[in-house]
């Protein structure tokens, strides 16, 4: 099968990755939300483009990736998380957000429109960010990173449904948000 090849090929899998890295940065830029003044608006609860194409994405994502793990195409592989890794997870990102005002995906997106801020605050701050996660890394493994774990992998398995209607529950939720949030002129 072609998804059997594919597995085994790194290189495709790195052109593919590739090409739906600069799919996903065009929509980003399209959508604008790679502009600085279109996030700050969102964090000001004054502009919700963010969360209208954000929003359109997880949707279309959940639905392809549903259809991928039912024909088999695809393998999740879902990590050991816990809320300790959350915490981490949503300090770094929050710290860095706001500082910024772009998150990772935005600020490859405006690096590549030319932004000056997005490479010397984003790309720079991206990779001290890292660098500094690495250094603490040994203790926070140990630490933060193993308390409080999650035991619900997805959705569904929370809500104790199986996967294909948690996907059509939250798809139909996601519409619902964006259909108000334009009935509302935002």
């Known amino acids: 099968m072609v998804f059997a090849a594919l597995r085994k090929n790194k290189g495709a899998q790195l052109v593919l990755g590739l090409c739906i890295g600069i799919g996903f940065g065009f929509?980003?830029?399209k959508g604008g939300v790679t502009q600085y003044d279109v996030i700050i608006s969102q964090l000001m609860l004054t502009d919700f483009t963010v969360v209208k194409v954000m929003g359109t994405a997880v949707a279309v994502g959940m639905v392809l990736?549903?259809?991928?793990r039912h024909f088999e195409w695809v393998n999740a592989h879902i990590a050991k998380r816990t809320y300790g890794t959350a915490i981490i997870g949503g300090l770094i990102f929050g710290v860095g957000f706001?500082?910024?005002g772009l998150c990772p995906g935005t600020v490859a997106g405006a690096i590549g429109q030319g932004a000056m801020d997005a490479l010397l605050g984003g790309m720079v701050?991206?990779?001290i960010g890292a660098a500094i996660f690495a250094a603490w890394y040994p203790s926070l493994k140990d630490g933060l990173m193993s308390r409080w774990p999650i035991k619900h992998t997805t959705?569904?398995?929370m809500l104790g449904i199986p996967g294909w209607a948690a996907t059509v529950v939250m798809v139909v939720m996601i519409v619902f948000v964006l259909y108000v949030l334009e009935y509302l002129g935002f």
């Open 27 to 29: 929509c980003l830029q």
């Open 155 to 157: 959705v569904g398995e």
């Open 125 to 127: 701050g991206m990779v």
């Open 65 to 68: 990736f549903g259809i991928s």
């Open 98 to 100: 706001g500082l910024l």
